[in-house]
């Protein structure tokens, strides 16, 4: 297939993959009257049976079968799937509480977080302007911190696991729908022991929810599991730079939707912090594409095309 045609769909795929992600927060918000940890059970449970479904649509059990059998990659995966139930549990919780804008601020830290890591564990250099970028960041949130005698907890620590999630995920040979199918599968004796032994709440018997609530919860597997499938096969199809300048759609959109539907403070410390995260953001998403540009016209020069 024409690579054209390939690069067209990777960045459809990343535009749906961000523009779900960016806009869960109203989905998460109908479902305000039901408790995160309840709300994060039918994520995981309602995945599982999404992710069955496709994995035998696909015929790709023997690659599930496959890791099974390595108990060093399943306890990775048990890593991992903790850090991913964390963060998902942890952002249902930071919409439902109004801190939107703690969840907005943590997914615009993450890409720099990643370069940070990426540095530190993965032997990889970072260039002049990401450096600067990842030091205003840090600058940012030291003075929300000496100033205000406040830190960004909610922000820092769903960028921290999810950055960790990723840098696990990256170093690992497991292809993409097999690893999130075992993480959710690691995830399900949990969420199943949870709903078994919590205490009885309005909304715990399914018998007796209204239809509304019912498929809300039970959507949870869908909105949970389709953005991440198309954010993997985005990421076959267009390079890590191409794909980074997508990645800003969705804390956007959780920006947007914080102030100006649910009415969240945007104060003078929050002000400060995002100042310097979206200065950092626009250095180095220009030193991405200056580096993009400069690999391109090197190739150029490298086949021999004038």
């Not at 390595?70 to 439902?96: D, E, R």
């Not at 199918?181 to 022991?193: G, K, R, Y």
Request: charged share 10%; with cysteine; proline share 3%.
């Amino acid at each position: 297939m024409p690579i054209d045609t390939e690069q067209r769909k990777g960045a459809i795929l990343a535009c749906v993959a961000f523009l779900i992600w960016g806009l869960a927060p109203i989905y998460f918000k109908q479902l305000q009257h039901v408790s995160a940890f309840e709300i994060l059970t039918h994520r995981v449970v309602w995945s599982v049976v999404f992710l069955i479904v496709i994995v035998s649509a696909m015929r790709q059990w023997h690659n599930i079968k496959g890791i099974i059998v390595q108990p060093k990659l399943l306890l990775m995966l048990v890593l991992t799937s903790s850090l991913l139930g964390f963060n998902w549990g942890l952002f249902i919780w930071a919409v439902n509480n109004n801190h939107m804008l703690d969840a907005s601020l943590g997914y615009y830290i993450n890409p720099l977080l990643n370069v940070l890591l990426g540095m530190l564990f993965l032997g990889e250099r970072l260039r002049k302007f990401q450096l600067v970028a990842v030091a205003l960041a840090f600058s940012g949130v030291m003075l929300q911190l000496i100033s205000f005698g406040s830190f960004p907890v909610v922000a820092f620590s769903l960028a921290t696991s999810f950055a960790i999630y990723g840098l696990l995920r990256k170093k690992l040979p497991v292809v993409a729908l097999t690893g999130i199918t075992l993480e959710a599968l690691i995830l399900l004796p949990v969420a199943l022991i949870y709903w078994w032994l919590m205490q009885p709440t309005a909304t715990s018997d399914l018998v007796l929810n209204d239809w509304h609530t019912n498929i809300l919860l039970i959507s949870a597997g869908i909105i949970t599991t389709l953005p991440l499938l198309c954010f993997t096969g985005a990421a076959k199809r267009l390079q890590y730079t191409t794909l980074g300048f997508f990645q800003y759609i969705g804390p956007s959109l959780m920006f947007i939707l914080a102030v100006l539907l649910y009415d969240e403070v945007f104060d003078a410390e929050r002000v400060l912090t995002f100042a310097c995260i979206w200065s950092a953001l626009a250095i180095f998403s220009w030193d991405s594409y200056r580096q993009s540009r400069k690999r391109k016209k090197a190739a150029i020069v490298a086949s021999g095309v004038v």
